[in-house]
């Protein structure tokens, strides 16, 4: 295990973004009563790659995320992360696995009781077994990537929606993940604290190695960072590409209804 206090996720000049496959999900179907969510799904995603799903709600695209965080078991398929089988696996292995897998969700899911940083060092202590001092370190930087640095000793209910959402944000990097899952992370916020948030992300995708894998409906930030998007609809990928050519051309026309509809 890690207990270094480099700063977070420095860039390796030595190794080109995007080496090799890290998440690979092969015929995975996930079914909700006789509702179909995912249908016989292939999906994959290369290590330092930027993905975005858009699509309708409904579509299939959260569930994704909600089955690489284990919430949810896939009713047929198979998922590996880092070539690690993460369904179907022992409950040992799923554990494994899971340190490799960070995620912020639409509700910040942050603990009441405990201050800004014991929220961001909680985890990385027990989970990981990091002493409290290399925690902390690394939550102190962590805070300040995302402008939180003051706000270190309050509680969650002191700060606003975007300040909560930044110290989720910061609280899931402060595992080392290698992919890190967004889903909706600005959908909960008033739309003057969306920007803040966004901005924070952007410059994680930009300054960062870390994987990402984005749910999400602000279609400027998806076109920003991402190095691919993909269309749902109805369980399916209907279309896949670079941002330039899923926003720009088009090729099916339910992508180009649903784009019309929230651009």
Do not use: W, Y
Not at 112 to 117: E, F, G, Q
Not at 131 to 149: F, H, I, N, T, Y
Request: charged letters at 25%.
């Amino acid at each position: 295990m890690s207990t270094d206090t480099h700063a977070p996720f420095e860039k390796d000049p030595g190794s080109p973004r995007g080496t090799g496959e890290l998440i690979r999900l092969e015929k995975v179907t996930k079914r909700f009563g006789d509702h179909t969510v995912l249908d016989n799904l292939d999906f994959s995603v290369d290590t330092g790659k930027h993905v975005t799903l858009i699509g309708p709600s409904g579509s299939g695209k959260t569930t994704i995320l909600r089955l690489l965080m284990t919430l949810l078991k896939p009713d047929e398929g198979t998922i590996t992360v880092d070539g690690d089988r993460l369904f179907p696996a022992s409950e040992k292995q799923v554990r494994e696995v899971r340190k490799k897998i960070g995620m912020v969700f639409q509700q910040f899911n942050l603990f009441p009781n405990m201050t800004v940083l014991r929220n961001i060092t909680e985890a990385p202590v027990t989970v990981l077994g990091m002493s409290k001092d290399a925690a902390e370190e690394r939550a102190r930087e962590l805070l300040e990537m995302v402008g939180l640095s003051e706000h270190i000793d309050k509680h969650p209910a002191q700060l606003s929606g975007g300040q909560q959402q930044r110290v989720a944000i910061a609280r899931a990097l402060a595992m080392r993940p290698q992919v890190l899952l967004l889903d909706e992370v600005t959908s909960a916020l008033d739309p003057e604290l969306v920007a803040g948030v966004l901005d924070v992300l952007r410059d994680i995708a930009r300054s960062t190695d870390i994987t990402m894998l984005c749910v999400t409906h602000e279609m400027n930030f998806a076109r920003d960072i991402s190095d691919q998007v993909l269309m749902f609809d109805s369980g399916r990928i209907i279309e896949a590409g670079p941002p330039e050519k899923i926003f720009s051309e088009p090729e099916h026309d339910r992508t180009r209804e649903f784009l019309s509809a929230v651009l």
